[in-house]
C-alpha cells in the first residue's frame, strides 16, 4: 500500500447522513473479512443480496459503470469511495488510486477489500479539508455530487459548482473527471420508482423542497454546472438502468446513430426502487419509444456519467487505442459464473459487430450447459418478445397466442433433430428475445445445452421470459403462465412434463447464474407460473403508495438487530411479506367496495348519504 494520509477526522463522531446504519455497515465488513477473492468481476456472498445494502456494496455490477474505460497507466483520485466496491476495480486497473472518504468505517472497509494490492493510499475526512500537490489523470465522483449542498464546506453561493472547482484543482492538464448522478428529470421517478436519497414519490421532478439536500439534475442543469465549473469539453453516456447497477452503458449520442440499439439496451430492466418494493404507472420502454420519436429520450436516462475535460485532448485519456474509439456501447453480464462483456463496434461504412468475450475465467467446465463467445454483425428488426409485449398491452388476445404459437413452430422446424422429437443443444437461447422479426432471425445464441433440449422445456423457458417483463396480463384469457404452457403443450400436441421441465430449468439456471440453489430457484418458477394474473391490475393505481413507501423505509431504518448479523435479512422478508399481505387485503376492499358502489341499493341511497355528509360538516356542533 502507497503511503496514506492520517485520519483528518473519524467519521464515527459525526456519522454522515449517507450510512447505511452503523450495524449494517458492520455486517458488511465482517462479510468482507471472512471473503477469500474479492476482486471487482466477482460478487461477493450473492446469497446475501436480497438486502439493497448488501447488494450495492457487494455487487460486481457497481464496477461496470467503468469497465468501458481504460486506466492502464493512468493516475486516480476518487472521491468518495464508501466501502470500496469501485475502489477495488481501479485499483485492479489503474497505475494507482488514493481514496478520500468521509466516514472511518466505510474506509475501513474499503482497506478490507484492498488489502492485498498496494498501489492505493487513502485521506479520511472532509474532499473540502484535502489538499494535496499531487496531480492525477482522471478523478472520479461516483454518487457524491448530489451531497454537496449538505456536506461540502464552502463560501462559495453555487456548492455543487464550488465542489466540482475543487475536484477539477487535483487534474493535471489533460485530466479528466468522471462524475456519475441520478437525472432529476430520469424516466423511473415519472413511471413510479421513489427518489434515490429521500425515497419519496415525484420528489425531484417536482423541483425538491426549499430545505438542504441531496439534489439531482436534470442534463441542461448538469452541463451548466460543469461549464461553470470550467470544464469545456463534457461527453456524456447514459448507464441503464442507473448507474448504481449498471448493465448496459452507452454515449448520449447512440440515441441519434442508433436508436434501435438504444431503445434494446435501455429497457432490458424494469425501472426499480431501491430498498422499497417497485410500483409502476405504465409500461417504461413504450413511453421511451415516444420519447425516442420526439428527439427526447436522451433528457430521460435514469442517471448520467458524464466525462469532462478543460483541453480538447483530455478527452482521449480514457480511451487511448483504436479499438476503444469505435466502441459505441456495451452490455455486462455481470451475475454469472462465467461473467461476461459485450461490445457493440462500428466499422466506417456504418456496419456493426457484436462481440461478446469473459471479463474472467471462474467458472469450471459444466456438465449441463456450456458458453460460446459471439461474434456476429448487428441485426436490426424488433424482437418477437416486443411484439409480444405490444399485443398484450393492446390486449390483442388472438394476434398474441397467434404469434407465439407461429415462433414456436419455427423454432421446432429450425432445431428439430433427425433422430428424436427432442430439439439440438442450441435451442436452448433461442428465445423470444433473440429472435427479430419478421424473418424469424435468430442471434446471440450464446449456450448450448449438452443433450437435446425437450420441446416442452422450450416452451417453459419462453414463458418464463414473458412473466419476467413489465407488461400486464391481467386482461389475457389464460389464469396464470403455468395455464398458458399447459394449453400450448395441449395444443402442440406435446406432452407436458411440467414437474420434470421446472426441475431442468433450476439446473439450469444454477449451472448459469452464481450464489443460487436449485431449490430457491425451483419456489421462483413455480411462483411465476402460479401467479394469478386475473388479480393483478395493469399498473398501480394505490393512492396509498407512498405512505406504505416510507413506512417500510421506516421499518428498514429502525430495524433492531442482533449480534446475528443477518437477523436484519429475515427482519426485511417479514417485512416484505407483511407489505405484500396488506396489499393484498387492501386490493379486496377495493374490490367489494366497487361491488358494492354498483348495486342499486347503493344508488337509490346515495342522496341520503350526502345530506348525513352536510349535517356532519357544518350543523353538527
Not at 180 to 202: M, P, R, T, W
Not at 393 to 401: D, M, R, T
Request: with cysteine; hydrophobic share 35%; charged share 30%.
Amino acid at each position: 500500500m502507497l503511503q496514506s494520509k492520517p485520519d483528518a477526522k473519524s467519521g464515527e463522531d459525526k456519522p454522515p447522513a449517507y450510512s447505511d446504519g452503523e450495524q449494517i455497515e458492520r455486517d458488511i465488513i465482517d462479510v468482507l473479512k471472512m471473503e477469500p477473492d474479492r476482486c471487482s468481476e466477482k460478487d461477493i456472498r450473492p446469497d446475501l443480496h436480497t438486502s439493497w445494502a448488501f447488494e450495492y456494496h457487494l455487487s460486481s455490477k457497481r464496477s461496470n459503470l467503468l469497465r468501458p474505460f481504460d486506466f492502464e497507466g493512468l493516475d486516480v483520485l476518487e472521491i468518495g469511495g464508501g466501502m470500496g466496491a469501485i475502489s477495488r476495480f481501479l485499483a485492479e486497473k489503474s497505475k494507482s488510486l488514493t481514496i478520500v472518504e468521509g466516514s472511518s468505517r466505510r474506509l475501513e472497509a474499503a482497506k478490507i477489500r484492498l488489502r492485498d494490492l498496494d498501489n492505493w493510499k487513502s485521506y479520511c475526512g472532509d474532499f473540502a479539508d484535502y489538499k494535496s500537490t499531487e496531480k492525477f489523470d482522471v478523478v472520479t465522483v461516483i454518487g457524491v455530487l448530489e451531497y454537496s449542498e449538505v456536506f461540502f464546506k464552502t463560501k462559495e453561493p453555487n456548492p455543487f459548482a464550488a465542489f466540482l472547482s475543487h475536484a477539477k484543482s487535483f487534474l493535471k492538464e489533460n485530466g479528466v473527471l468522471i462524475l456519475a448522478i441520478e437525472n432529476q428529470l430520469g424516466i423511473k421517478y415519472f413511471s413510479g420508482c421513489v427518489e434515490d436519497h429521500n425515497y419519496k414519490l415525484f420528489s425531484g421532478i417536482s423541483g425538491y423542497s426549499s430545505r438542504k439536500q441531496a439534489r439531482t439534475f436534470s442534463k441542461e442543469v448538469l452541463d451548466s454546472l460543469f461549464k461553470e465549473s470550467g470544464f469545456m469539453h463534457r461527453e456524456f453516456f447514459h448507464p441503464w438502468p442507473d448507474y448504481k447497477i449498471p448493465s448496459s452503458i452507452f454515449p448520449e449520442a447512440l440515441w441519434q446513430e442508433n436508436p434501435q440499439l438504444a431503445l434494446r439496451l435501455a429497457t432490458i430492466h424494469r425501472p426499480r426502487s431501491y430498498g422499497v418494493e417497485t410500483i409502476e404507472y405504465f409500461n417504461s420502454r413504450k413511453v421511451l419509444e415516444t420519447l425516442e420519436k420526439a428527439g427526447l429520450a436522451q433528457h430521460f436516462t435514469n442517471s448520467f456519467l458524464v466525462v469532462g475535460s478543460t483541453t480538447e485532448t483530455g478527452r482521449g485519456t480514457l480511451r487511448k487505442n483504436s479499438d476503444r474509439k469505435n466502441q459505441i456501447a456495451w452490455h455486462y453480464s455481470s451475475q454469472r459464473n462465467q461473467p461476461i462483456e459485450t461490445v457493440f463496434t462500428k466499422f466506417e461504412g456504418g456496419d456493426a459487430l457484436v462481440k461478446k468475450k469473459p471479463l474472467a475465467t471462474f467458472a469450471t467446465e459444466n456438465e449441463t450447459i456450456k458458453w460460446r463467445p459471439i461474434e456476429e454483425p448487428l441485426y436490426t428488426g424488433r424482437s418477437v418478445l416486443t411484439e409480444l409485449e405490444d399485443l398484450a398491452i393492446e390486449s390483442n388476445w388472438p394476434a398474441f397466442h397467434t404469434l407465439l404459437l407461429k415462433f414456436l413452430k419455427q423454432s421446432f422446424q429450425k432445431f428439430k433433430l433427425e433422430e428424436s422429437d427432442g430439439l439440438k443443444g442450441e435451442a436452448i437461447d433461442a428465445l423470444v428475445g433473440n429472435c427479430l422479426r419478421p424473418g424469424y432471425q435468430f442471434f446471440d445464441l450464446e449456450w448450448e445445452y449438452k443433450g437435446e433440449v425437450s420441446k416442452s422445456h422450450f416452451i417453459l423457458r419462453n414463458i418464463l421470459l414473458l412473466s419476467g417483463k413489465h407488461t400486464s396480463f391481467s386482461s389475457s384469457p389464460f389464469e396464470s403462465f403455468k395455464n398458458l404452457y399447459l394449453n400450448l403443450c395441449s395444443e402442440l400436441k406435446l406432452p407436458a412434463r411440467l414437474e420434470a421441465d421446472v426441475e431442468a430449468e433450476a439446473q439450469l439456471q444454477c449451472a448459469v447464474y452464481s450464489g443460487i440453489t436449485e431449490e430457491r430457484q425451483r419456489l421462483l418458477i413455480e411462483a411465476a407460473l402460479n401467479q394469478d394474473l386475473q388479480s393483478v391490475p395493469p399498473y398501480a393505481t394505490d393512492p396509498e403508495v407512498e405512505q406504505k413507501a416510507r413506512k417500510i423505509v421506516s421499518d428498514l431504518i429502525n430495524l433492531d438487530t442482533s449480534d446475528d448479523s443477518l437477523k436484519h435479512l429475515r427482519d426485511i422478508l417479514a417485512l416484505r411479506e407483511r407489505l405484500n399481505h396488506v396489499e393484498n387485503e387492501a386490493r379486496a376492499s377495493r374490490e367489494e367496495l366497487n361491488q358494492i358502489k354498483n348495486t342499486r341499493s347503493w344508488r337509490v341511497t346515495g342522496p341520503l348519504r350526502k345530506a348525513a355528509h352536510i349535517y356532519k360538516k357544518f350543523l353538527k356542533p
